[in-house]
């Protein structure tokens, strides 16, 4: 489990960026961190690899502390960061090279990512197009098998077909002893996949809670009779929508697009 207690971080004296962020990630689901521009996500993600320490806090994985840097705690958190840029270096050697540094690394399964990706292994890097370099460093994290894996819009730079692949090899790889935090504007590329939902609002996080839970304690519903009682109200072209509470006893259908409206642009608090 991934602990995240009593976080803060500020760049300048009194003027946070996170406020007294508590969190538990448990092993075994893909995590959907979403929020407004400048709310903190990158921030929140280099604070878990240990690229950046809190103010005040903690976050813990396996016993070991971000703050600590060891050894142990940097083989298990991996960063895939919003932009790729790889060395000048020949893929596998490249593969090779850098995944020295991760005790799972799996350079089989680095190379079946980027065949799935249609990259020629015997490419250079610098011969490839920014979209491709974003491919082999996917392939590159999902194969360094970090018990914690952090993205940061892992699909930047990606076509429509590499979407599709990115999604299954996300199945593929998850398992019950890894976490997958993905922060990400582009919800509907990963929707489908989110076992979990955290959502930043004004440097706190405002939604932290299970997929299922929330489609059985809410629902999207069109009927006017729903409007009197609704939390949130989003107009559409085809009409108003509502969110109101699920009180059907059964699992509902939800977008996870319009949930994260409902919990950012909404005037008050939803309660949970």
């Known amino acids: 489990m991934l602990n995240i207690k009593s976080l ?29 521009n400048g709310e903190g996500k990158t921030t929140f993600l280099k604070l878990i690899v240990g690229m950046l320490l809190p103010k005040d806090g903690t976050i813990e994985y396996d016993g070991h502390l971000s703050i600590e840097r060891c050894p142990e705690y940097l083989n298990d958190v ?3 960061p919003d932009y790729s840029k790889l060395p000048d270096l020949g893929i596998e050697q490249f593969g090779k090279l850098y995944g020295a540094f991760y005790s799972k690394y799996d350079h089989q399964q680095f190379l079946d990512c980027i065949k799935e990706f249609s990259i020629p292994t015997e490419n250079k890097l610098k011969a490839l197009s920014l979209g491709q370099h974003r491919k082999v460093h996917l392939s590159f ?5 970090s018990a914690v894996l952090l993205m940061d819009e892992p699909t930047n730079g990606l076509d429509i077909p590499s979407k599709a ?21 582009q919800i509907r590329d990963i929707d489908v ?5 955290l959502i930043m609002k004004n440097g706190s996080l405002v939604l932290d809670k299970n997929i299922y839970q929330l489609s059985n304690q809410f629902k ?20 108003p929508f509502y969110l109101v509470k699920n009180n059907s006893g059964e699992e509902a259908k939800l977008d996870i697009e319009f949930l994260f409206n409902a919990f950012t ?7 949970l």
Do not use: M
Request: charged content about 20%; hydrophobic content about 40%; proline content about 6%.
């Open 193 to 197: 996949l989110l076992d979990h939902l």
């Open 78 to 80: 991996y960063f895939l």
């Open 265 to 271: 642009n909404n005037p008050k608090p939803i309660e």
């Open 165 to 185: 692949i990115f999604r299954k090899l996300l199945s593929k790889y998850i398992n019950e002893n890894r976490i997958f935090l993905i922060a990400t504007h």
């Open 8 to 36: 803060s971080y500020h760049y300048k004296p009194k003027r946070n960026i996170l406020w007294n962020i508590n969190s538990d990630l448990q092993p075994g689901n893909i995590y959907g961190l979403l929020g407004l």
């Open 141 to 145: 994290a999902l194969a360094c098998n």
């Open 220 to 239: 999207i519903s069109k009927s006017p009779s729903d409007a009197e009682n609704a939390l949130y109200v989003q107009d559409d072209l085809a009409g």
